[in-house]
C-alpha cells in the first residue's frame, strides 16, 4: 500500500510564493510517476504537473497551461517526496491540491488524466487572497 501525505499549503497573498510538498511511503518511489492535481469549490479535479518516470534516471516533467512558467514540480528520491514550487500565485490559484502516484506507462497526454493515478493524498489547502 502506498501512502501519500501532502503539506506546505496556506494561505498567501497573490504573487507570494509556496512551496507544497508530497511524502510518499510503502513503495519504490524513484519508480513512480507522481504529478500534482488541484480541486477549487464547485469545480472538477484538473491536473497541474507531473514528473513521470521513463526508466533508469530519466524523468520528464509536465506542466497545465495555467501554470506553466509558474510553478515547478521536482522529485528527491532518497527522502521519496516530491515538490511543487508555485511562485506568482493568483487568486485563481486556490484550491485543495492533490498528490497522486502510479507506476504506469502513459502515452500522449495521458499522465495529466487523474484516473490513470492509483494513489491520493488527502489533499493540502492552498488559498490565494487579491
Known amino acids: 500500500q502506498v501512502q501519500l501525505v501532502e503539506s506546505g499549503g496556506g494561505l498567501v497573498q497573490a504573487g507570494d510564493s509556496l512551496r507544497l510538498s508530497c511524502a510518499a511511503s510503502g513503495h519504490t518511489f524513484s519508480h513512480y510517476n507522481m504529478a500534482w492535481f488541484r480541486q477549487a469549490p464547485g469545480k472538477d479535479r484538473e491536473f497541474v504537473a507531473a514528473i513521470t518516470w521513463s526508466g533508469g534516471v530519466t524523468y520528464y516533467a509536465y506542466y497545465a497551461v495555467s501554470v506553466k512558467g509558474r510553478f515547478t514540480i521536482s522529485r528527491d528520491n532518497p527522502k521519496s517526496t516530491v515538490y511543487l514550487q508555485m511562485n506568482s500565485l493568483k487568486p485563481e490559484d486556490t484550491a485543495v491540491y492533490y498528490c497522486?502516484?502510479?507506476?504506469?506507462?502513459?502515452?500522449?497526454?495521458?499522465?495529466?488524466?487523474?484516473?490513470?493515478?492509483?494513489?491520493w493524498g488527502q489533499g493540502t489547502q492552498v488559498t490565494v487572497s487579491s
Open positions: 497522486a502516484a502510479d507506476r504506469g506507462e502513459y502515452s500522449g497526454t495521458n499522465y495529466a488524466i487523474s484516473s490513470m493515478y492509483q494513489y
